[in-house]
């Protein structure tokens, strides 16, 4: 028996999704709820680690549990034992070859930004923030040229554990409403601070300081230390994965990325 959890949460008060000995991990409150709810340790595997200050809309674990339950008893009971700021929101028996990362096809992130004078107080750790005016038609210039199958190593953190870093940028959309700037990137699968990075790279663009086909120079050269510095990950949403359809998993609901937008 496997059952597969979406969870959302809010990545302000958290080191990042994985587990370290401090405890202050959306993993760690994950299994301690879990723990709580059925009165035994259970460890889950997640579709993508999230960095600290990064928020998601859709993360999906999967785990073997030691007790059987009827899907909206897991959302409701393990609900009980989270903090606030993380809720599940469904739960799927699946296949006992599914694995919330493996099984994944695709991944989607959405980064938010605010280009406003000052810092957005109400937003603070919400949104990321930028003085400066964009230039919208440049960076849409430079991202084309990250579409198709790349080695995206000068967008790869050092410290990223990725077997390869060939991936396939299948989509980036950039669109601006009002004041909030929302960039939509979705891939195969994502490096380690791959969309801070190329969010670094957008801004040097975007503000005027390189031009469109510095993009392409970055990312044929394959080497980090030519590329923007990493930008903040206050704005950045784990949108979610995508999998095949004979899952049957949910895909995340429209309103809440309306919220974010």
Known sequence: MRVALGLGYRGCSYLGWQSQPGGRTVQDV??????QFTGHAVRVACAGRTDAGVHAVQQVVHLDPPVRREPFSWVRGVNA?????VAVSWAR???????AQKSACSRRYRYLLNESAVRPALLQ??????HRTLDIDAMRAAAAHLLGEHDFSA???SRCQARSPVKIMHSIT??????????DFHASA????????????????????????????????????????????????????CYAEEFALPDPDPRQLLLLA
Request: one cysteine or more; glycine letters at 12%; hydrophobic letters at 50%.
């Open 174 to 183: 950039i669109a601006r409403m009002g004041q909030t700037w929302v960039f």
């Open 81 to 85: 034992f989270l903090p606030v700021d």
């Open 125 to 130: 750790g919400l949104v990321g923030w930028t």
């Open 30 to 35: 994950l299994e301690s709820a879990l723990l």
């Open 155 to 157: 967008f790869r953190a």
């Open 190 to 241: 994502f490096l380690h601070h791959m969309v801070r990075n190329i969010m670094g790279c957008l801004m040097a663009v975007g503000s005027g300081g390189r031009e469109p086909g510095w993009m392409r120079v970055v990312l044929d050269g394959a080497d980090r230390r030519a590329a923007a510095p990493t930008f903040m990950p206050d704005g950045l949403y784990f949108v979610g994965p």
């Open 93 to 99: 028996d699946v296949p006992a070859d599914f694995h």
